[in-house]
Protein backbone atom coordinates (compact mmCIF):
# COMPACT_ATOMS: atom_id res chain seq x y z
CA UNK A 1 0.00 0.00 0.00
CA UNK A 2 1.27 3.46 -0.96
CA UNK A 3 1.13 5.94 2.01
CA UNK A 4 0.78 9.46 1.76
CA UNK A 5 3.97 11.47 0.61
CA UNK A 6 5.07 13.47 3.64
CA UNK A 7 1.98 12.31 5.99
CA UNK A 8 4.05 12.69 8.95
CA UNK A 9 5.50 15.91 8.14
CA UNK A 10 2.20 17.12 7.00
CA UNK A 11 2.27 20.72 8.61
CA UNK A 12 -0.91 21.54 10.82
CA UNK A 13 -3.37 19.58 8.97
CA UNK A 14 -7.04 21.55 9.00
CA UNK A 15 -8.59 17.91 9.79
CA UNK A 16 -7.02 15.10 11.43
CA UNK A 17 -9.43 12.26 11.87
CA UNK A 18 -7.31 9.61 14.51
CA UNK A 19 -8.32 6.18 14.99
CA UNK A 20 -11.83 6.89 13.88
CA UNK A 21 -14.43 4.31 14.25
CA UNK A 22 -18.30 4.13 14.14
CA UNK A 23 -20.27 1.04 15.17
CA UNK A 24 -23.71 0.12 13.89
CA UNK A 25 -24.24 -3.11 17.01
CA UNK A 26 -21.62 -5.57 15.70
CA UNK A 27 -21.22 -3.34 12.49
CA UNK A 28 -17.15 -1.76 12.25
CA UNK A 29 -18.84 0.31 9.20
CA UNK A 30 -15.51 2.71 10.14
CA UNK A 31 -12.94 1.01 11.69
CA UNK A 32 -9.76 2.60 13.29
CA UNK A 33 -9.17 5.04 10.27
CA UNK A 34 -7.09 7.81 10.39
CA UNK A 35 -6.49 10.69 7.58
CA UNK A 36 -5.00 13.93 7.47
CA UNK A 37 -6.20 16.76 5.35
CA UNK A 38 -3.90 19.86 4.58
CA UNK A 39 -5.73 23.29 3.51
CA UNK A 40 -6.13 23.72 0.12
CA UNK A 41 -6.05 20.27 -0.81
CA UNK A 42 -8.87 18.25 -2.43
CA UNK A 43 -8.78 14.56 -0.84
CA UNK A 44 -10.77 12.03 -3.07
CA UNK A 45 -12.38 8.80 -1.17
CA UNK A 46 -13.58 5.48 -3.49
CA UNK A 47 -14.23 2.19 -2.43
CA UNK A 48 -17.17 -0.48 -2.62
CA UNK A 49 -20.73 -0.10 -1.68
CA UNK A 50 -21.14 -0.40 1.77
CA UNK A 51 -17.09 0.32 2.70
CA UNK A 52 -17.92 3.11 5.24
CA UNK A 53 -17.23 6.85 2.95
CA UNK A 54 -20.43 8.47 3.82
CA UNK A 55 -20.22 6.71 7.64
CA UNK A 56 -16.91 8.95 7.97
CA UNK A 57 -18.82 11.76 6.59
CA UNK A 58 -21.50 11.48 8.93
CA UNK A 59 -18.88 11.33 11.56
CA UNK A 60 -17.34 14.39 10.42
CA UNK A 61 -20.29 16.37 9.96
CA UNK A 62 -21.32 15.29 13.38
CA UNK A 63 -24.73 13.91 12.18
CA UNK A 64 -23.80 10.18 13.38
CA UNK A 65 -20.96 10.73 15.95
CA UNK A 66 -17.88 8.41 15.84
CA UNK A 67 -18.27 5.48 18.43
CA UNK A 68 -14.84 6.31 19.02
CA UNK A 69 -11.29 7.93 17.48
CA UNK A 70 -10.50 11.79 17.84
CA UNK A 71 -11.78 14.47 14.58
CA UNK A 72 -9.13 17.67 15.01
CA UNK A 73 -10.50 20.41 12.70
CA UNK A 74 -7.96 23.66 12.86
CA UNK A 75 -6.59 21.95 16.51
CA UNK A 76 -10.07 21.62 18.08
CA UNK A 77 -11.78 18.64 18.88
CA UNK A 78 -15.06 18.49 17.22
CA UNK A 79 -15.70 14.95 17.31
CA UNK A 80 -18.41 15.22 19.72
CA UNK A 81 -20.07 18.56 18.61
CA UNK A 82 -23.76 18.53 16.81
CA UNK A 83 -23.85 19.06 13.40
CA UNK A 84 -24.81 22.93 13.71
CA UNK A 85 -21.66 23.76 15.43
CA UNK A 86 -19.39 21.61 12.86
CA UNK A 87 -20.76 23.81 10.37
CA UNK A 88 -20.26 26.78 12.09
CA UNK A 89 -16.90 25.86 12.76
CA UNK A 90 -15.98 25.92 8.82
CA UNK A 91 -17.12 22.21 7.45
CA UNK A 92 -20.05 21.91 5.18
CA UNK A 93 -21.06 19.18 3.28
CA UNK A 94 -23.90 17.87 0.14
CA UNK A 95 -25.50 14.82 0.30
CA UNK A 96 -25.79 11.69 -2.48
CA UNK A 97 -29.58 12.58 -2.35
CA UNK A 98 -30.58 15.97 -3.29
CA UNK A 99 -31.48 18.17 -0.32
CA UNK A 100 -33.63 20.62 -0.96
CA UNK A 101 -36.66 22.85 -0.10
CA UNK A 102 -38.80 21.70 -3.22
CA UNK A 103 -41.46 24.37 -2.97
CA UNK A 104 -39.03 27.39 -2.52
CA UNK A 105 -37.26 29.10 -5.17
CA UNK A 106 -33.46 27.96 -5.86
CA UNK A 107 -32.10 31.74 -3.80
CA UNK A 108 -34.26 31.37 -1.07
CA UNK A 109 -33.17 27.69 -0.69
CA UNK A 110 -29.17 29.16 -0.53
CA UNK A 111 -30.62 32.19 1.39
CA UNK A 112 -31.64 29.59 4.16
CA UNK A 113 -28.64 27.77 4.05
CA UNK A 114 -26.90 31.27 4.47
CA UNK A 115 -29.09 32.29 7.43
CA UNK A 116 -28.45 28.87 9.35
CA UNK A 117 -25.14 27.73 7.79
CA UNK A 118 -23.24 31.13 9.54
CA UNK A 119 -24.26 31.15 13.16
CA UNK A 120 -26.54 30.51 15.62
CA UNK A 121 -30.06 31.52 14.80
CA UNK A 122 -33.70 30.65 16.68
CA UNK A 123 -36.17 29.79 14.41
CA UNK A 124 -39.17 32.35 15.77
CA UNK A 125 -36.95 35.01 14.73
CA UNK A 126 -36.04 33.74 11.21
CA UNK A 127 -36.66 36.56 8.31
CA UNK A 128 -34.78 36.83 5.14
CA UNK A 129 -32.35 40.38 5.75
CA UNK A 130 -30.46 41.43 2.65
CA UNK A 131 -27.83 41.18 4.35
CA UNK A 132 -27.17 37.84 3.24
CA UNK A 133 -27.94 38.90 -0.09
CA UNK A 134 -24.19 39.67 -1.22
CA UNK A 135 -22.96 35.97 -0.20
CA UNK A 136 -25.96 34.46 -1.95
CA UNK A 137 -25.16 35.79 -5.10
CA UNK A 138 -22.02 34.83 -4.91
CA UNK A 139 -22.81 31.38 -4.38
CA UNK A 140 -24.65 31.03 -7.01
CA UNK A 141 -22.85 32.59 -9.55
CA UNK A 142 -20.01 29.97 -8.17
CA UNK A 143 -22.10 27.11 -9.41
CA UNK A 144 -23.52 28.93 -12.32
CA UNK A 145 -27.11 28.89 -11.26
CA UNK A 146 -27.12 33.22 -11.01
CA UNK A 147 -29.89 33.07 -14.25
CA UNK A 148 -32.12 30.49 -12.34
CA UNK A 149 -32.65 32.45 -8.60
CA UNK A 150 -36.13 32.75 -9.70
CA UNK A 151 -36.98 28.91 -10.19
CA UNK A 152 -38.90 26.63 -8.45
CA UNK A 153 -36.63 24.08 -6.91
CA UNK A 154 -38.83 21.37 -7.17
CA UNK A 155 -38.52 22.05 -10.76
CA UNK A 156 -35.02 21.69 -11.72
CA UNK A 157 -33.33 18.96 -13.51
CA UNK A 158 -31.11 16.67 -11.12
CA UNK A 159 -28.03 18.15 -12.33
CA UNK A 160 -28.93 21.92 -11.66
CA UNK A 161 -30.10 20.57 -7.70
CA UNK A 162 -26.93 18.72 -7.24
CA UNK A 163 -25.67 22.38 -8.03
CA UNK A 164 -27.98 24.12 -5.61
CA UNK A 165 -26.65 21.90 -2.80
CA UNK A 166 -23.46 22.86 -3.36
CA UNK A 167 -24.62 26.85 -3.71
CA UNK A 168 -26.08 26.68 -0.06
CA UNK A 169 -22.93 24.13 1.33
CA UNK A 170 -21.17 27.45 -0.04
CA UNK A 171 -23.40 29.86 1.55
CA UNK A 172 -22.33 28.95 4.89
CA UNK A 173 -19.06 30.04 4.04
CA UNK A 174 -16.87 26.19 5.16
CA UNK A 175 -13.21 26.27 4.96
CA UNK A 176 -13.93 22.28 4.10
CA UNK A 177 -16.62 21.10 2.00
CA UNK A 178 -17.22 17.88 2.00
CA UNK A 179 -19.24 16.37 -1.18
CA UNK A 180 -21.11 13.17 -1.10
CA UNK A 181 -21.14 11.55 -4.86
CA UNK A 182 -21.58 14.99 -6.80
CA UNK A 183 -21.84 13.77 -10.09
CA UNK A 184 -24.23 10.41 -9.35
CA UNK A 185 -26.74 9.67 -11.79
CA UNK A 186 -25.22 12.34 -14.18
CA UNK A 187 -24.66 12.12 -17.66
CA UNK A 188 -20.81 12.64 -19.06
CA UNK A 189 -21.73 16.51 -19.84
CA UNK A 190 -23.51 16.94 -16.99
CA UNK A 191 -19.96 15.22 -14.96
CA UNK A 192 -17.45 17.53 -16.50
CA UNK A 193 -20.11 20.70 -15.74
CA UNK A 194 -20.00 19.96 -12.35
CA UNK A 195 -15.99 19.14 -12.62
CA UNK A 196 -15.72 22.81 -13.80
CA UNK A 197 -17.63 24.13 -10.96
CA UNK A 198 -15.35 22.43 -8.45
CA UNK A 199 -12.23 22.99 -9.69
CA UNK A 200 -13.70 26.83 -9.50
CA UNK A 201 -14.70 26.16 -6.01
CA UNK A 202 -10.82 24.87 -5.11
CA UNK A 203 -9.67 28.09 -6.84
CA UNK A 204 -11.51 30.14 -3.80
CA UNK A 205 -8.85 27.74 -1.56
CA UNK A 206 -11.78 25.82 0.09
CA UNK A 207 -10.49 22.58 0.97
CA UNK A 208 -12.61 19.12 -0.29
CA UNK A 209 -12.96 16.00 0.61
CA UNK A 210 -14.92 14.42 -2.14
CA UNK A 211 -16.16 10.72 -2.06
CA UNK A 212 -16.83 9.23 -6.03
CA UNK A 213 -17.55 6.33 -7.40
CA UNK A 214 -17.39 8.41 -10.99
CA UNK A 215 -13.19 7.27 -10.58
CA UNK A 216 -12.50 10.04 -14.15
CA UNK A 217 -13.83 12.51 -11.98
CA UNK A 218 -12.02 11.71 -8.80
CA UNK A 219 -8.68 11.00 -10.12
CA UNK A 220 -9.06 14.25 -12.08
CA UNK A 221 -9.76 16.36 -9.22
CA UNK A 222 -7.53 15.03 -5.65
CA UNK A 223 -4.83 15.77 -5.11
CA UNK A 224 -4.73 12.84 -3.14
CA UNK A 225 -6.70 9.64 -2.99
CA UNK A 226 -8.05 7.51 -0.43
CA UNK A 227 -9.95 3.47 -0.80
CA UNK A 228 -11.65 2.37 1.69
CA UNK A 229 -12.53 -1.45 2.04
CA UNK A 230 -14.87 -2.58 4.97
CA UNK A 231 -14.37 0.35 7.10
CA UNK A 232 -10.64 0.43 6.44
CA UNK A 233 -8.24 2.56 4.53
CA UNK A 234 -6.25 0.31 1.92
CA UNK A 235 -5.00 2.71 -0.02
CA UNK A 236 -3.78 6.30 0.83
CA UNK A 237 -1.69 8.29 -1.74
CA UNK A 238 -1.32 9.63 -5.68
CA UNK A 239 -4.18 9.25 -7.64
CA UNK A 240 -1.50 7.60 -10.21
CA UNK A 241 -0.31 5.12 -7.71
CA UNK A 242 -3.95 3.84 -7.45
CA UNK A 243 -4.28 2.08 -10.92
CA UNK A 244 -1.14 -0.09 -9.76
CA UNK A 245 -1.95 -0.96 -6.29
CA UNK A 246 -2.98 -4.55 -6.60
CA UNK A 247 -5.30 -4.48 -3.51
CA UNK A 248 -7.12 -1.68 -5.37
CA UNK A 249 -7.44 -3.48 -8.56
CA UNK A 250 -8.71 -6.43 -6.81
CA UNK A 251 -11.43 -4.91 -4.49
CA UNK A 252 -12.26 -2.12 -6.66
CA UNK A 253 -11.41 -1.04 -9.69
CA UNK A 254 -11.21 -4.47 -11.70
CA UNK A 255 -8.48 -4.84 -14.60
CA UNK A 256 -10.46 -3.56 -17.09
CA UNK A 257 -11.27 -0.69 -15.24
CA UNK A 258 -7.91 0.02 -13.99
CA UNK A 259 -6.15 -0.25 -17.36
CA UNK A 260 -9.03 2.80 -19.01
CA UNK A 261 -8.42 4.84 -15.83
CA UNK A 262 -4.51 4.23 -16.34
CA UNK A 263 -4.79 4.96 -19.74
CA UNK A 264 -6.84 8.62 -19.06
CA UNK A 265 -4.15 9.54 -16.71
CA UNK A 266 -1.55 9.60 -18.79
CA UNK A 267 -3.74 11.56 -21.57
CA UNK A 268 -4.58 14.03 -19.27
CA UNK A 269 -0.66 14.41 -17.97
CA UNK A 270 0.60 14.53 -20.96
N1 LIG B 1 -27.51 4.14 10.39
C1 LIG B 1 -27.01 2.94 10.12
N2 LIG B 1 -27.39 1.86 10.84
C2 LIG B 1 -26.89 0.65 10.58
N3 LIG B 1 -25.99 0.38 9.61
C3 LIG B 1 -25.59 1.42 8.86
C4 LIG B 1 -26.07 2.75 9.07
N4 LIG B 1 -25.47 3.57 8.17
C5 LIG B 1 -24.66 2.81 7.43
N5 LIG B 1 -24.73 1.51 7.84
C6 LIG B 1 -23.96 0.39 7.30
O1 LIG B 1 -22.60 0.76 7.37
C7 LIG B 1 -21.89 0.27 6.23
C8 LIG B 1 -21.22 1.43 5.55
O2 LIG B 1 -22.21 2.23 4.90
P1 LIG B 1 -21.86 3.55 4.14
O3 LIG B 1 -23.15 4.16 3.68
O4 LIG B 1 -20.97 4.39 4.96
O5 LIG B 1 -21.04 3.00 2.89
P2 LIG B 1 -20.52 3.77 1.61
O6 LIG B 1 -19.09 3.41 1.43
O7 LIG B 1 -20.84 5.21 1.70
O8 LIG B 1 -21.38 3.06 0.47
P3 LIG B 1 -21.99 3.64 -0.91
O9 LIG B 1 -20.82 3.77 -1.85
O10 LIG B 1 -22.94 2.58 -1.33
O11 LIG B 1 -22.65 4.95 -0.60
C9 LIG B 1 -22.91 -0.45 5.37
O12 LIG B 1 -22.84 -1.83 5.67
C10 LIG B 1 -24.23 0.13 5.82
O13 LIG B 1 -25.29 -0.78 5.64
Redesign the pocket.
Known amino acids: METAAGDDQMEEPLLTCRNVSKH??A?A?VNNLSVKVKAGEVLGIG??????????FEAISGL?PASSGEIIFQGRDITRLPPDAVCHAGIARTY?LNAGFDSMSVRDNVRVAAYFGRRNRRIPGFRFGSDSDAQVREALELVGLADKGDELTGRLPVVDRKLLMLAGALASNPKLLLMD?PVGGLNPKEIDLVMEVTRRIVGRGITIIL?E?VMRFLVQLSDRVLI?HH?EKIYEGSPQGLVHDRNVVDVYLGEGASQRLGALMQQVSA
Do not use: R, S, W, Y
Not at 48 to 55: C, D, I, S, Y
Open positions: FGLAGPNGAGKTTLNQEIHMG
